[in-house]
């Protein structure tokens, strides 16, 4: 069982930068491939950014390439997303998700993948 708490959330203006963070609970966070997903008002959740166990291996969706960076502490079960020169579209509430890992280099984009989620924090950019 894993408990994801995400915190980092709040407001900015275009062009600013946030880092999100996502605390896990348990002594196996280490074997957890990790993810960032986003849902905006009206719309489906989306895929964000995703880690391997290792940290060897990230993906991430293109319209946030070259802009966000996901990363993880093992040590610390952390795992973070900075984001920079954000944009209006980034605007959403922010989740965090778990799934236990297949191997060293494992990465999935689909969030039914994910068994454990976060309660999500707010992400709104403003001009």
């Known amino acids: 069982q894993v408990q994801l708490v995400e915190s980092g959330g709040g407001l900015v203006q275009t062009g600013g930068s946030l880092r999100l963070s996502c605390a896990a609970s348990?002594?196996?966070?280490?074997?957890?491939?990790m993810g960032w997903f986003r849902q905006a008002p009206g719309k489906e959740r989306e895929f964000v950014a995703t880690?391997?166990?290792?940290?060897?291996?990230?993906s991430y969706v293109d319209s946030v390439k070259g802009r966000f960076t996901i990363s993880r502490d093992n040590a610390k079960n952390t795992v973070y997303l900075q984001m920079n020169s954000l944009k209006l579209e980034d605007t959403a509430v922010y989740y965090c998700a778990a799934k236990k890992s297949s191997g060293y280099l494992d990465t999935t984009t689909a969030p039914t993948e994910y068994s454990y989620w976060g309660q999500g924090t707010q992400v709104t950019v403003s001009t």
């Open positions: 880690i391997s166990w290792s940290g060897a291996k990230t």
């Open positions: 348990g002594r196996s966070f280490s074997t957890y491939t």
